[in-house]
Structures are given as structure tokens and as C-alpha cells.
């Protein structure tokens, strides 16, 4: 297993998420150009995780179809009762 850890942050969760959706040709890569859904997310892996990083709601929907490509369920969701 291939992920990245960031000094401060811990693994990076937005790099397994683009490794994982160009594997599976949910996020197109061209050179150094990442796409999705024919808008570029940025040229370069780092400028792509931060365009993911500032885009929580691409990123959301490229991980919804990452995890439906694996037949994951999606993340639990906290219940707050009262």
C-alpha cells in the first residue's frame, strides 16, 4: 500500500482519493493534467489535492463514486440525539 503522509496532517486523504479515481478512470489524467467530469481539477498531483482540499463538494462526489466502483457503503454519519 502507496499513500502519502504530510508532515502536520497525517495521511493524505485527498491523494488516496485521486490515486484511487484515476485507477478507475473515475478522474482522467492527461500528462500532468487531472480532470473530472470535463472540468480540470489542476495540473499536478499537489495542485489537484489542493483543488479537492478547497472543493469539499467534487471531492464528495468523486469519492461517492469511488466507493461505489469498491461496493463500499457510505461513511457513518454521526447521530446526535438528544
Excluded at 489535492?49 to 462526489?61: I, S, V, Y
Aim: net charge negative; charged share 30%; aromatic share 8%.
Amino acid at each position: 500500500a502507496e499513500f502519502d503522509i504530510m508532515y502536520g496532517e497525517g495521511i493524505s486523504h485527498e491523494g488516496d482519493l485521486l490515486d484511487l479515481a484515476v485507477e478507475r478512470k473515475i478522474v482522467e489524467k492527461s500528462g500532468t493534467w487531472f480532470s473530472y467530469g470535463g472540468e480540470r481539477l489542476g495540473q499536478g498531483r499537489e495542485n489537484c489535492k489542493n483543488f479537492l482540499r478547497a472543493n469539499p463538494d467534487t471531492a464528495a462526489a468523486i469519492e461517492e463514486k469511488v466507493r461505489a466502483e469498491l461496493g463500499l457503503s457510505a461513511p457513518a454519519t454521526e447521530t446526535v440525539t438528544a
